[in-house]
């Protein structure tokens, strides 16, 4: 069970970088420079942004839960 945690914390905090940086901050971002006329031509960047946030607070929770989970059971098996 702790394996599958702390893969499960491995590929969550990947994906926590990887969405966080393709957000759009004040600069543009990576979103913009890895093909943002691609997604404003497809839907409304309000849209990409939208699922964007979405996917990263999913992620978010993924990794809050996985990290309460790998805690409790290492607290158990002392």
């Known amino acids: ?14 994906m926590l970088i990887v969405l966080v940086l393709l957000h759009r901050g004040k600069g543009g971002g990576l979103s913009s420079m890895l093909g943002g006329s691609f997604y404003s031509s497809l839907s409304g960047s309000s849209v990409v942004e939208r699922n964007l946030d979405r996917l990263t607070v999913i992620a978010g929770a993924v990794w809050a839960i996985s990290i309460i989970g790998l805690c409790l059971l290492y607290k158990n098996q002392a």
């Open 1 to 14: 069970m702790i394996m599958t945690l702390s893969i499960v914390l491995i590929i969550a905090s990947l």
